[in-house]
């Protein structure tokens, strides 16, 4: 379909041959939908405009599925891997017609079939893909798949091996309860469904009389449904053996990796087992290569920030540190700086702990550190691989710490990543892992600090405006004021109820200026820093916050939960 409708889009003016080159590129690496893929590349504005043109051209409907209300009895006529696997869901029924919502029109083999699955004759109309996707995910019980399978397990009488509240159970025992396909396929669902949900974590806990499973989404954990607790053992001995870990061992926390196929897609986990009081703890980091976002445009950067990072990332060497808490996304950020330099004539060279996503042209290390692979000794090691960029993946000691700022020093363009709170306070943290003040002051040339924020339901956002007590609770300058005509969004079915959806980042850029290298020098304190950094035109944490409120993206609630004071 996409290498037709962008002709047709090209013929009626719509977008150009370049921009429609670029989005089949995009399309073909990212693996995007067509639709979205030109959103990407700045060809047209949303997805809703693709389908308004497809549905002119072909006369035929148009549907916003975000401003109806669909009958769950209606969408489930087509049976879920049929509608995800066309990217199609069944609006509504008159008579013996079935209203259908669809991205691609001229997909006649999906149509035919729903047509004999269903009895009824088929009416398309045309809705964006992002659209239908999430309606699907909507209407379709996200526990349904696993809820099916849990039935199926309370059923079988062949997994018992398992019931025994005794927890000596044999190695073979396990062995045989992990194969059966029911327990397969509801392991499997939960990753599945995980995955399909845009989580970032899943949480497998044993309590005294449960387990309970949660998906990290946007920041927070979600319950999910629970798991029969008989099965507990079999249950996390089946994600053992998919991780190649040691099922015998349960005293012992473990660590391994799961890498599945799913939607045409590579998905690694990282995998956590600790054994609790009541049994084993498993999280699963989850490493969807299309959820990362490694645009630097896409990241929540303002565009005076974005220029300052994009000019250091530029310079012929120095070290760039990113600072922030775990789970800050700092990572994305230095992929992004990486993605954006990574040409032919670049010998780019990483140590990462782990090594969470692959990216062609780029040599990474995975450090192991009980074999002697530290940081400190792949950053030796790279000095003698002819480097033009190293990524460290996060300076922990004073070993470590000269070494990257050295290798600054020497010609090389260094990336890392630092635990401290603000940007400023990663000058004193550098000295405190013993790192002269002189080379600290030489070497470094940017400092990045972020957070990750929860963005405001665009369906359910309402009017709200400050007032003088919110204004002198913010702690800003007046100037970072710039209206008290916000929003706040009390949460709605579309957000479960939450009142935000999807996530931004907002970023605090300190470039060092002869000013603060002086400063450095000097030893002043990183409040006497920070006051400098300002003067020069950073935003702290909390003014960059507050300007994301005053754009309409987060809510005042969100500025106090990611910002304390004036950072």
């Known amino acids: 379909m996409s290498a037709e409708l962008g002709t047709m889009l090209v013929k009626a003016g719509k977008i150009t041959e370049d921009q429609l080159k670029q989005a089949l590129d995009l399309k073909s690496e990212n693996k995007d939908h067509f639709g979205e893929a030109l959103v990407k590349v ?73 047509k004999f699955i269903t009895g009824c004759n088929v009416q398309p109309v045309i809705s964006p893909e992002n659209s239908i996707n999430k309606s699907i995910e909507k209407y379709y019980d996200d526990g349904g798949a696993v809820s099916e399978i849990l039935k199926g397990l309370e059923d079988d009488e062949e997994l018992e091996v398992v019931s025994s509240d005794s927890e000596e159970i044999s190695e073979s025992d396990l062995q045989s309860a992990v194969q059966d396909k029911p327990l397969v396929r509801l392991v499997d669902s939960i990753i599945k469904e995980a995955v399909r949900t845009g989580a970032s974590d899943i949480h497998i806990e044993m309590y005294e009389k449960r387990i309970r499973v949660r998906y ?24 053992k053996i ?18 599945i ?7 690694d986990l990282r995998v956590s087992v600790l054994p609790t009081i009541f049994g084993e703890k498993v999280v699963m980091r989850i490493l969807d290569p299309n959820a990362l976002m490694v645009d630097m445009t896409k990241l929540g950067f303002t565009e005076a920030a974005l220029t300052k990072f994009k000019k250091s990332i530029t310079l012929p060497y120095g070290i760039i540190l990113v600072t922030g808490p775990t789970g800050s996304g700092k990572t994305t950020t230095l992929y992004s700086a990486l993605k954006q330099i990574n040409t032919e004539g670049i010998n780019i060279m990483t140590a990462e702990d782990p090594v969470e996503f692959n990216f062609d042209g780029i040599n990474q290390v995975a450090v192991r550190s009980e074999i002697g692979l530290t940081f400190a000794s792949a950053l030796r090691s790279f000095l003698r691989q002819d480097p033009d960029v190293i990524m460290v993946g ?12 050295r290798a600054a020093l020497t010609g090389h363009l260094v990336f890392s990543t630092l635990h401290t709170n603000d940007a400023p306070s990663s000058i004193p943290r550098l000295i405190d892992m013993g790192v002269p003040n002189y080379l600290v002051s ?35 300058p007046d100037e970072c004021i710039t209206t008290r005509d916000v929003f706040e969004s009390p949460g709605c079915p579309n957000c479960n109820g939450t009142g935000q959806s999807g996530r931004t980042g907002i970023y605090e850029v300190m470039p060092i200026s002869d000013a ?52």
Not at 222 to 238: C, F, G, Q, V, W
Not at 458 to 468: F, I, K, M, S, V
Request: proline share 3%; charged share 30%.
């Open 261 to 267: 196929k799913l939607d045409n897609r590579t998905v």
């Open 42 to 114: 700045g060809a047209i504005q949303s997805e809703e405009e693709l389908s308004d043109f497809i549905s002119k051209q072909l006369n035929m409907g148009s549907l916003r599925l975000n401003d109806v209300e669909l009958n769950p009895e209606i969408v489930k006529l087509i049976p879920l891997d049929i509608a995800r696997k066309f990217n199609v869901i069944a609006v509504s029924r008159l008579g013996k017609t079935l209203i259908v919502a669809i991205a691609d029109p001229n997909n006649v083999y999906v149509l035919d079939a729903i």
């Open 216 to 239: 990290r989404v946007d920041g927070n954990l979600k319950e999910m449904d629970p798991l029969p607790y008989k099965y507990r053992a079999a249950i996390i001995s089946r994600i």
């Open 442 to 476: 030489s070497a470094t040339r940017m400092i990045l600090a972020q957070r990750m924020t929860r963005k405001l339901c665009q369906e359910c956002r309402r009017p709200y405006t400050l007032t003088d007590e919110d204004v002198e609770s913010l702690g800003v």
């Open 242 to 259: 998919m991780s190649e870990l040691d099922i015998s061992e349960r005293r012992l926390p473990q660590d391994g990796r799961i890498k």
């Open 394 to 405: 996060e300076i922990r000691d004073g070993e470590t710490a000269e070494i990257a700022i």
């Open 516 to 567: 603060i290298e002086q400063m450095i020098l000097e030893g002043k304190t990183d409040v006497d820093i920070g006051a400098q950094a300002i003067s020069d035109g950073m935003l702290t944490l909390r003014m960059a916050a507050v300007n994301k409120m005053m754009e309409g993206d987060i809510g005042m609630k969100e500025v106090f939960a990611v910002t304390s004071g004036g950072h």
